[in-house]
């Protein structure tokens, strides 16, 4: 696996997909936010403690903007990047098994929850600007990557993985998860 060039320490403290897919996609029965307050219309950004996953955290937002240009940008990726994972925790419900999409969004639904778990870690050591774009990057190509599949699931297209797209497959580097093991993992359950 290659390195993101992320310091150790921000890597994701998990070591695996297993535990987020056992709490969320096995055992979860209710769908549900991260984001208690959004940073946007609020001056605080909270994410809720997960319980086995990640602790929460609360920062003010109107404070670290003036020590930290990316929180902004941060605040509104993790934002669209939770109502993602709630709408598609909502809709999978409904999706057969056999449908294609299904795995493909629970995939990103994993890395979400798992870019969570990685941001809360980052937050709780941030010193610097860099590794919160760095973060930001990475979130970024993980939304737009939802935002096509969901189009794509929504409208019936047959999957196209010969789309001229940026690879997912730096994020996955990036939060220290292996694709096979979510792979081999969600291939158990559908």
């Known amino acids: 696996m290659e390195d993101s060039g992320m310091p150790k320490y921000h890597k994701l403290p998990l070591g695996d997909c297993s535990i987020i897919i056992n709490k969320l996609?096995?055992?979860?029965?209710?769908?549900?936010?991260?984001l208690s307050k959004d940073g946007i219309t609020t001056r605080h950004?909270?994410?809720d403690r997960l319980p086995g996953i990640f602790e929460g955290i609360t920062i003010d937002v109107n404070f670290q903007r003036s020590r930290m240009n990316s929180i902004s940008?941060?605040?509104?990726i993790t934002k669209n990047l939770d109502e993602y994972q709630y709408i598609i925790c909502s809709e999978i419900r409904n999706?057969?098994?056999?449908?294609p999409y299904k795995i493909q969004l629970q995939k990103y639904r994993v890395l979400t929850i798992a870019s969570f778990a990685t941001l809360v870690h980052l937050l709780s050591f941030l010193e610097d600007d860099q590794a919160l774009q760095k973060w930001n990057y990475f979130a970024q190509i993980l939304l737009t990557r939802i935002s096509e599949t969901r189009l794509e699931a929504h409208s019936n297209q047959k999957q196209n993985n010969n789309l001229t797209r940026k690879p997912i497959s730096p994020?996955?580097?990036f939060l220290g998860i292996r694709e096979d093991d979510?792979?081999?993992r969600l291939g158990f359950i559908y």
Do not use: A
């Open 45 to 47: 950004f909270v994410i």
């Open 73 to 76: 940008r941060m605040v509104t």
């Open 95 to 99: 999706m057969p098994d056999s449908n």
């Open 171 to 173: 994020v996955f580097d």
């Open 182 to 184: 979510i792979d081999r």
């Open 25 to 34: 996609i096995i055992n979860d029965s209710r769908c549900h936010k991260l």
